[in-house]
């Protein structure tokens, strides 16, 4: 059918993602090429004038903006929830997002059990219930982040959802800074495994300005590569000699605690042969050297 817009329902608007570069994509299609696949809508139970839109809420956004006012609509003689299910268990006209299918099981949840739902889209009730899991390991606020598009659900899961829960103050401040200064899943994770390892005070610099955080680890990177340039191989061979060096003193402090006369058989056994393995890489080492210098036209 070909409806007016303005009959359609948008019940489900608030569970599906904002995508501003999707959304612009789409709405240039359509001006070029009109709308090439219907949306899905059923009958209002309570207003025969009014259909209730399943899928294609992305498309009836595109086709406000470019001014139209009239929509292609596949009518599905069903109930809202029946609706739903059929969607779920065919897939969408787009893929949906995990966010998105979580959402519209959370809608079904409330009237029907996990192994109805199963069941009903195909699927075992395992995959249901960890799709459902997204929405309890995430607070509202993550939620609306990841809808508006302003925080991937990568972030929301990986980094926001485990820093509220540790530091609700920390994610709220970080959340509201990557709204206005939004970083790359790289820049984020980096932040968050810096994040894991600072003090209380580094963490609420790092929280309060992750920007200028990263762009002082980014300077800082640059002038250890410039010196790793600068020093050469022979810079990084006396490094890794002086890092072996230290770990040699401390073993050394080790021995008199970890050998004693009353020590299990089978534990010195044990020990001497971690040594072992690493004794022969030294000799092979040493040989090398000597190998080398053999050949010094010096």
């Keep these: 059918m070909r409806l007016d817009l303005h009959v359609l329902i948008p019940r489900f608007a608030t569970l599906r993602l904002n995508d501003p570069q999707r959304l612009q994509n789409l709405t ?11 949306v899905i809508a059923v009958a209002d139970e309570k207003d025969d004038l009014h259909w209730v839109l399943i899928d294609g809420y992305r498309r009836r956004e595109a086709l406000q903006q470019v001014g139209e006012d009239l929509i292609w609509v596949d009518v599905w003689d069903h109930p809202v929830d029946e609706a739903l299910l059929l969607c779920l268990a065919r897939g969408p006209e787009r893929a949906w997002e995990a966010i998105e299918e979580a959402a519209l099981l959370q809608e ?5 059990s996990l192994r109805e739902i199963a069941q009903r889209i195909g699927r075992d ?5 960890r799709r459902l899991g997204l929405f309890k390991a995430l607070p509202e606020d993550l939620l609306e982040g990841v809808r508006q598009g302003k925080l991937s659900l990568w972030a929301a899961t990986r980094i926001l959802a485990p820093l509220a829960r540790a530091n609700p103050g920390h994610a709220r401040t970080l959340l509201a800074g990557l709204e206005q200064q939004p970083l790359s899943t790289r820049e984020l994770k980096r932040l968050y495994e810096h994040y894991q390892q600072s003090n209380r005070t580094q963490r609420e610099r790092l929280v309060d300005n992750p920007g200028l955080f990263l762009q002082a680890l980014e300077s800082q990177q640059e002038a250890t590569d410039d010196s790793r340039l600068a020093e050469g191989p022979e810079g990084a061979w006396c490094k890794d000699l002086a890092v072996i060096g230290q770990i040699l003193k401390r073993l050394l402090r080790q021995v008199p605690t970890l050998f004693t006369p009353q020590q299990e058989p089978l534990e010195r056994q044990r020990l ?3 040594f072992t393995q690493i004794k022969d890489p030294f000799q092979r080492l040493d040989k090398r050297i000597e190998e080398a210098s053999a050949h010094d036209p010096r």
Excluded: K
């Design 28 to 38: 240039r299609s359509i001006e070029r090429n009109g709308q090439l696949a219907p």
């Design 108 to 112: 079904l949840a409330r009237r029907y």
């Design 125 to 129: 009730v395992s995959w249901v219930s």
């Design 272 to 274: 001497q042969q971690a």
